[in-house]
């Protein structure tokens, strides 16, 4: 299985907004309405901020978004604060109880 | 508060094994599938596997990077999982985490545990 084409960086300035793409297959993305994005800032643990392509765990501001056309999922996130500056990790179930990640993507706010 | 807390992690030699374990508190442990991932250093997030639960037999699946040689097990009395890890080799050093399967996300994570493989 391999991994999720994300774009190595992404930047904008506060209050701007920034959206992220993840590219798999018709076997992962594509396939299923199973996509999750992770948020990790330097030394910590990741962190859940969408499940199942647009969903939001309680907790997360709904600057953050998620969408999916075909084989690429998409991560936006609105009105950018200095505290969304994290790496950022799309996931996608890909049958038969296998995951896969993406390749991350580093949000830089100017 | 539910919390993950991972441990077993430490410098191990190329072949040689080690066994991770991470203890859940906070939460009916028994629910829920867990999985593992690891982050090398520098590098994104891999997943290693998951196990299911009980109703679905402990069933496990793992990363082709590391089948035949992990194995991740449970015990629901101990509100525990493990992850045995044998035929280490120095691309296996990392930082380890387990996360509880919610939804089909990994909505909770432990702290992560570092192991390193050298020599």
């Known amino acids: 299985q391999s991994a999720l084409t994300q774009p190595p960086s992404a930047s904008g300035s506060p209050g701007q907004s920034v959206t992220i793409s993840c590219t798999g297959t018709?076997?992962?993305?594509?396939?299923?309405?199973?996509v999750s994005w992770y948020q990790q800032h330097p030394g910590k643990a990741p962190r859940l901020m969408i499940y199942e392509v647009t969903k939001r765990p309680s907790g997360v501001p709904d600057r953050f978004s998620g969408s999916k056309s075909g084989n690429t999922a998409s991560l936006t996130v609105s009105g950018l604060q200095a505290e969304d500056e994290a790496d950022y990790y799309c996931?996608?179930?890909?049958?038969?109880?296998?995951?896969?990640f993406g390749t991350g993507t580093k949000v830089t706010v100017l | 508060e539910v919390q993950l807390v991972e441990s077993g992690g430490g410098l191990v030699q190329p072949g040689g094994s080690l066994r991770l374990s991470c203890a859940a508190s906070g939460f009916t442990f028994s629910d829920h599938y867990m999985d593992w991932v690891r982050q090398a250093p520098g590098k994104g997030l891999e997943w290693v596997g998951r196990?299911?639960?009980?109703?679905?037999?402990?069933?496990?699946q793992y990363a082709a990077s590391v089948k035949g040689r992990f194995t991740m097990s449970r015990d629901d009395s101990k509100n525990s999982v493990y992850l045995q890890m044998n035929s280490l080799k120095t691309e296996d050093t990392a930082v380890y985490y387990c996360a509880r399967d919610w939804k089909t996300s990994l909505d909770v994570w432990g702290q992560g545990t570092t192991v390193t493989v050298s020599s």
């Open positions: 996931s996608s179930y890909a049958g038969s109880n296998n995951f896969v």
């Open positions: 018709s076997s992962d993305v594509g396939g299923y309405n199973y």
């Open positions: 196990i299911t639960n009980k109703p679905n037999t402990y069933t496990t």
